[in-house]
């Protein structure tokens, strides 16, 4: 079982579910599951509105046993066809033949430390031993973050550094009507792809609730009922719909006015 419970820390000036400043600044931490970890950064880089591949970085509390070529990073499209660029490698800072390295570095296939730019909400997988220490860094996303669908699976999650709730996350396709017809649906993967139990869901229209309190789209379980399904920072999951959609993910918290 995967273990993608990545917690905000306390350096991060978030209070009541507001932030105090659009240049909040700081880290959250997890820890590994073997294989395929199904992640996000819930960060930008400061003054940006991408994450960079190297704000993720893995440890082994020192023990000399990453960055020997065995940890690696994808983007993948579809399952699991990789992003064309968008695969690279965990290295040991000696391992850069141009010697300017000194700390552990993601690169490519020859060790050229690499430059890559990871849009808000990205899910990536990264492959690599159980009980690693993962930490990613930057500027907290004040605002909801969207993007739009590719057809099938979209790899995506929790972009902020605080959990959020499925329903934070909504699908559009601009008032169409086409959407919420148990068409639209959402896993967590465990490995490639074993779903994890209890976390599978289906966008339902709201005239699908039986109870007649749903005004909004929803997911829900198979019989409809609204889900309440948390996600940590950082969890990568997988929304599978046609392409040319609005996925939007809301912030759990309300930004403060610069």
Not at 11 to 22: K, L, Q, T, Y
């Given at each position: 079982?995967?273990?993608?419970m990545?917690?905000?820390?306390a350096?991060m000036a ?5 932030i ?7 880290y959250?931490t997890g820890?590994?599951g073997?294989?395929n970890?199904?992640i ?5 880089a400061?003054?940006y ?13 020192g023990n ?6 065995t940890e ?7 399952l699991?066809?990789l992003?064309?660029?968008a695969?690279?490698?965990?290295y040991d800072p000696?391992?850069d033949l ?6 552990y ?8 430390k690499?430059?890559?730019s990871?849009?808000?909400g990205?899910a990536?997988?990264?492959n690599?031993?159980?009980d690693?220490s993962?930490?990613t860094s930057g500027?907290?996303p004040?605002g909801?973050?969207s993007?739009?669908?590719?057809a099938?699976n979209n790899?995506?999650?929790n972009?902020?550094?605080?959990t959020?709730?499925i329903q ?7 008032g ?9 649906t959402?896993?967590?993967w465990?490995?490639?792809p074993?779903?994890?139990e ?6 339902y229209?709201p005239?699908?609730?039986l109870?007649?309190?749903a005004t909004t ?5 198979a019989?409809g009922?609204?889900?309440v ?6 969890q990568?999951?997988?929304i599978?719909c ?12 309300t930004?403060?006015?610069?």
């Amino acid at each position: 079982m995967k273990k993608l419970m990545f917690a905000a820390v306390a350096s991060m000036a978030v209070a009541g579910f507001a932030i105090e400043s659009a240049n909040t600044v700081g880290y959250s931490t997890g820890t590994s599951g073997a294989d395929n970890n199904f992640i996000t950064v819930p960060f930008n880089a400061v003054g940006y509105n991408t994450a960079d591949i190297q704000a993720i970085q893995i440890s082994d509390g020192g023990n000399g046993g990453i960055g020997w070529g065995t940890e690696t990073f994808d983007i993948w499209e579809g399952l699991p066809t990789l992003r064309e660029g968008a695969g690279f490698i965990y290295y040991d800072p000696s391992m850069d033949l141009s010697g300017e390295a000194t700390t552990y570095y993601w690169g490519d296939a020859s060790g050229a430390k690499a430059v890559f730019s990871i849009a808000p909400g990205q899910a990536v997988v990264v492959n690599c031993a159980e009980d690693l220490s993962f930490t990613t860094s930057g500027q907290v996303p004040t605002g909801t973050v969207s993007f739009t669908s590719i057809a099938d699976n979209n790899f995506t999650g929790n972009p902020f550094p605080q959990t959020i709730d499925i329903q934070a996350i909504s699908i559009s396709d601009g008032g169409n009507g086409g959407i919420g017809w148990g068409t639209e649906t959402f896993d967590i993967w465990e490995g490639l792809p074993t779903l994890r139990e209890g976390a599978g869901f289906i966008y339902y229209d709201p005239s699908m609730d039986l109870s007649g309190e749903a005004t909004t789209y929803y997911w829900g379980d198979a019989s409809g009922a609204k889900a309440v399904y948390p996600l940590p920072a950082g969890q990568g999951v997988v929304i599978n719909c046609a392409e040319g959609l609005t996925i939007s993910i809301a912030p759990p918290y309300t930004p403060a006015a610069e």
